[in-house]
């Protein structure tokens, strides 16, 4: 599991005019998963996410009550390294890969983290204002 986490003063999701997802003061979660992830990957990575000490004063979304918006995003395991189209095969197909991001904001809610998400195979409108700026690659 691949994640890419931003410190952002607001962010949004909006999916064909709607807005399905937005925070402010909080943290942008771009999510990806390969083959190999396990519903014990996509706990460790909730908590790990929520634990991250990205926030002002070296503080987490779990110290701070910061509300986290959560994308899911293969593309983070495209391989471009050969020619100029990348491939996506350590990308999980999708049947695989909605299960685990829906296991990883179930586990942050556990957590009593304030989730919003975008909507999975959908094309979505992503903004973002961040904060510091801070961003951080989680790969588990």
């Known amino acids: 599991?691949?994640?890419?986490?931003?410190?952002?003063?607001?962010?949004?999701?909006?999916?064909?005019?709607?807005?399905?997802g937005a925070?402010?003061?909080?943290?942008?979660?771009f999510l990806g998963?390969?083959?190999s992830d396990t519903v014990e990957t996509a706990r460790t990575m909730a908590r790990k996410v929520h634990e991250l000490r990205i926030l002002d004063d070296e503080r987490s979304a779990a110290e701070v009550g910061a509300p986290i918006l959560?994308?899911?995003?293969?593309?983070l395991y495209g391989d471009a390294r050969k020619g100029r189209?990348?491939?996506w095969t350590m990308a999980a197909p999708a049947e695989v890969a909605e299960p685990l991001i829906e296991a990883v904001v179930a586990a942050l809610r556990q957590r009593g983290a304030k989730v919003e998400t975008g909507r999975f195979r959908a094309h979505m409108l992503v903004e973002s204002v961040n904060v510091g700026p801070r961003t951080l690659l989680l790969d588990l």
């Open 70 to 75: 959560l994308v899911s995003q293969f593309t």
């Open 1 to 20: 599991m691949r994640a890419v986490v931003q410190t952002v003063g607001r962010a949004s999701v909006t999916v064909d005019g709607e807005v399905v």
């Open 85 to 87: 189209r990348p491939s």
């Open 23 to 29: 925070i402010t003061d909080g943290l942008l979660v």
């Open 33 to 35: 998963v390969t083959h």
